[in-house]
């Protein structure tokens, strides 16, 4: 089992930044991969960009490239996402999650990941 307890999530600005944490406890992560997806009102769960844990190589979905990045805290069992000029398209709940590692990138299909946070609310205020 994979416990993931997201952080970092708040009401901000347009033009601010976040950085959301994503603490993995239980198993060792290190055959996994860890994706960030999020979900807005009334819309569908979206990848924003993954990780493979042991390597440490990221993928994103390309509307993420350029403001969002991904990177781990190996000692610390921790997943990062930075979010850089933030928009109020942006506001959404921010998921962690984590799927074995079956590729080489993580997968960008929710429904292909095996544990869930609880989820981060971000909110950008224009």
């Known amino acids: 089992q994979v416990q993931l307890v997201e952080s970092g999530g708040g009401l901000v600005q347009a033009g601010g930044s976040l950085r959301l944490s994503c603490v993995v406890s239980?198993?060792?992560?290190?055959?996994?991969?860890m994706g960030w997806f999020r979900q807005a009102p009334e819309k569908e769960r979206e990848f924003v960009g993954g990780?493979?844990?042991?390597?440490?190589?990221?993928n994103y979905a390309d509307a993420a490239k350029g403001r969002f990045t991904i990177f781990r805290d190996s000692a610390g069992k921790t997943v990062y996402l930075q979010i850089n000029n933030l928009k109020p398209e942006d506001t959404a709940v921010y998921y962690c999650a984590a799927h074995v590692v079956r590729d080489t990138y993580a997968n960008t299909t929710p429904n292909k990941y095996d544990y869930w946070g609880q989820g981060t609310q971000v909110t950008v205020s224009s």
């Open positions: 239980g198993r060792t992560p290190s055959n996994y991969a």
């Open positions: 990780v493979i844990w042991s390597v440490g190589r990221t």
